[in-house]
């Protein structure tokens, strides 16, 4: 038996051969409900979105589809972050949940302060009209076409008893500050798609909320319109103080925002972390990738790591005093044959399955 290899029936985590092993060699299984058990008060802490292991589950034709599953999410005030991943890994799923427009079958979501899994129905509007904006991909569902920019921009606010000179004066200076200004007495089909979508970011911030969500939308744009777009909801975020959290195909405007979060078969898989420079702008590139590692310890190798390996099934796991080494099944560590003792081993999986079996 090579090194790490696990008696049938036993844990997956054991110590290496011929060493005792430390009094706390747990299963895996044991490492992940230590790890459920986690007290929960520091997850989301502070944070104004928090998913905690977020589940939805779509029956279609008595077939269901898991859109998501266990997805966990912290967003702090005040961040634009972008969320990428294949068509169909959950994206929108997860934007109609938190915009209050669907719920999730499982799971904990609570948007500043608001839970949405108990949000009742008057509380839900009231929720979505003043706590929430939100921004779809087609310019035409955004604005009201027969209603000009400032007009559109102050519906919003008419169900929230704002005065008409005080809706006409944010409108006017939220059209000003997404540097729309020159379309506030026009119609939508009067405006270019990048103007619309930037008016469609004043109608979201109208009535002050706490989030905006924007699911695709310089989707309908071309690249230089996307970027300006973007830079209108990064104004967003950065003047008015709202969190944005934003849907994007393009890669190369991901690459201008401080977080991107990708999501990959109903949860968050990578991360990368880019440092602003002093005008709030991001360096493209000079990004960090991070796998996201949930709240029971999982996380997702990124597919380029596993196929170059050819990982599958199972991995071979061992704790160093700074990282952990993964090997794929057939090959036992190195390093662990050279130095006994010095490594806590998990592998080959939970089945317990002997090598060579
Ligand atoms: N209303 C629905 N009824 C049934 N299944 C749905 C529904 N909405 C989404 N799904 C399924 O859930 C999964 C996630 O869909 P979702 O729309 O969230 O993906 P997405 O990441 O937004 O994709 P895209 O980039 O194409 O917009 C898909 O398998 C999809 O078919
Ligand atoms: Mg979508």
New binding site residues.
Partial sequence: MTAGSTQPGSGAARAAPGQAGPPDADSLAEIELAAARRPVDTFGQGCVIVCNHLV?I???EGVE????QGLDLEVAPGELTALI????????????ILSGM?RPTAGQVTVAGHDLLTMKGKDRLQYRRETVGFIWQQTSRNLLPYLTAAENVAVPMSFTGVSRRARAARAASLLEMLGVASCRDRLPAEMSGGEQQCAAIAVALANNPKVVLA??PTGELDTATAAHVFSALRTASAEAGVTVLV?T?DAEVAEHVARTLA?RD?RTSTEVLRRATAGGLVDAGAGEEYAVLDRAGRLQLPGEFTEALALRDRVRLALEPDHIGVWPDTVPPARDAERPGRHRQAGPGRSGRREGE
């Fill in positions: 939805r779509y029956l279609v589809v898991q859109a998501l991943g294949a068509s169909g890994s959950g994206k929108s799923t997860l934007l109609n669907d699911d695709e849907v195909h999501i109903g």
